[in-house]
């Protein structure tokens, strides 16, 4: 488990009792928690927290809502977290489609219990580093709304290569007051150096507009 995120999860969905108890046991004594769904219904009204290292194992046949109709259903409501399909039928066109659409693995039942764990692993770090990435953004576009109107000026100037005599001169500022609001845009960011401010900037898209 990630101390750091909490629990990971994995959530089941398919109609087969005896495949979900058998996944359950599997993964439950490697410290997964599994949140087994009967139907794809069940899934949906109580959807994946996205803020949680998680996926989402999906059987392709079920009653009502097959495995791609909900897998298309989770990206219109906007979800993030890995989906592992499952299958007792291979077809080579549902398969395509469903990884073309964004599908994490496709496996065949019975599936090998290494076989499932590795893919189980690989889909929840994928969506861990995926959240600690966002919770980094977050964190740093929280500290970027702290900057005054003037320090986001300057910001805006040091990130895009000017000096401060060119910065200076483009707001109506002396040299002296450009870096006495670096300093100040430096501990407002937790930033030590150029390079990483300009790194921020570059991550938060600011110098692509």
């Known amino acids: 488990m990630d101390a750091k995120f909490g629990p990971k999860l994995v959530h089941l969905v ?8 058998a996944v359950e046991g599997q993964l439950a004594q490697l410290g997964y928690e599994v949140r087994s769904n ?6 949906l009204t ?3 927290d996205e803020d949680v290292p998680s996926c989402i194992v999906l059987d392709v046949r079920l009653p ?35 990884i ?15 076989q499932l764990v590795e893919c189980v692993e690989r889909a929840i770090g994928r969506h861990g580093a995926a959240l600690t990435t ?3 953004r977050e964190i740093m576009l929280s500290r970027l709304a702290t900057l005054t109107p003037r320090e986001r000026e300057v910001f805006d100037g040091i990130v895009r290569g000017n000096t401060n005599k060119t910065i200076a001169e483009g707001l109506g500022i002396t040299e002296r007051t450009v870096k006495a609001h670096r300093g100040v845009i430096m501990e407002k960011m937790h930033i030590r150096s150029l390079a990483e401010l300009v790194v921020a900037a570059q991550r938060l898209g600011i110098l692509d507009r």
């Open 134 to 136: 966002k919770r980094a």
């Open 38 to 43: 009967a139907s794809p219904k069940h899934l």
């Open 14 to 21: 398919d109609d087969d009792p005896s495949f979900c108890s």
């Open 46 to 48: 109580s959807l994946p």
């Open 64 to 98: 009502g809502m097959n495995g791609p109709e909900l897998q298309l259903r989770l990206k219109e409501l906007g979800s993030t977290v890995p989906i592992i399909f499952v299958t007792g039928y291979p077809d080579t066109q549902t398969t395509v489609r469903t």
């Open 100 to 114: 073309k659409a964004g599908g994490e693995d496709f496996l065949l039942k019975p599936v090998p219990t290494e």
